[in-house]
């Protein structure tokens, strides 16, 4: 069954401190592969997303994240941390349908 | 990308009694889904909001619980019937015409 694990629970990261965000899917096909972010109270904003071509996907707000299909992995990253990176980060992979399985979140805790 | 207008935004409601939430998109939509997102637990998918026709339902979800209706591209409904304390959550609401879809910012519903 297709499947998203996000190991990290919590993270925290210092203010000007790159971020990684650690996600590994479990899917038969080429996947379909996302990272959402989730502020306190807020719905789901899509950072970026991976469908084919080049592994390095940019994103919105500084963001990018990697695929490596031999490691079945897609880490999000962030070169400098703002305080308002504080978040909810989800990974999820497109499964058939059009539909979307998450992954169990990562809570992004930023220090100054 | 689609904007997704959901309300309530938030309600509190008594054990018994049932709650729709709407779900209004910008343009038209190929696809429209609904997701329960539980306290502290990441999205899990209620089912797939067919224009027309009958909602395709996870596992674990049951239309006489989870009544949804799709009028047309743009508009959708969820309604939590019955309600239990269980029941207590955010319910998004999902769409667009590709992979990765826009969210709506969600009805956070307490039950009593």
């Known amino acids: 069954a297709q499947s998203v694990t996000q190991p990290d629970i919590h993270i925290t990261v210092s203010e000007g401190a790159s971020l990684e965000l650690r996600c590994n899917y479990s899917?038969?096909?080429?996947?379909?592969l996302f990272w959402y972010v989730q502020s306190p109270g807020q719905g789901l904003q899509l950072l970026l997303k991976?469908?084919?071509?080049?592994?390095l996907v940019q994103g919105i707000k500084g963001f990018e994240a990697e695929f490596k299909r031999s490691q079945s992995s897609f880490n999000l990253r962030k070169p400098s941390v703002h305080w308002s990176d504080a978040a909810e980060y989800f990974c999820?992979?497109?499964?058939?349908?059009?539909?979307?399985?998450f992954g169990a979140g990562t809570i992004l805790r930023v220090k100054s | 990308s689609a904007v997704i207008s959901q309300k309530p935004s938030r309600d509190i409601c008594q054990r018994g009694t049932s709650l729709t939430i709407q779900c209004q998109v910008d343009?038209?939509?190929?696809?429209m889904f609904w997701y329960r997102q539980q306290p502290g637990q990441s999205l899990t998918l209620i089912a797939t909001?067919?224009?027309?026709?009958?909602?395709?339902?996870e596992s674990g979800f049951v239309i006489d619980k989870f009544p949804i209706s799709r009028p047309n591209l743009t508009f959708s409904t969820l309604t939590v019937s019955n309600m239990s304390p269980e029941d207590s959550s955010i319910y998004l609401c999902?769409?667009?015409?590709?992979?990765?879809?826009?969210f709506g910012s969600g009805t956070r519903l307490t039950v009593v």
């Open positions: 999820a992979v497109g499964v058939g349908g059009n539909k979307l399985v």
């Open positions: 899917y038969g096909a080429t996947p379909y």
């Open positions: 991976y469908f084919s071509g080049d592994t």
């Open positions: 343009s038209q939509v190929t696809m």
């Open positions: 909001a067919n224009q027309g026709s009958e909602a395709t339902y």
């Open positions: 999902s769409g667009g015409d590709g992979i990765g879809y826009t």
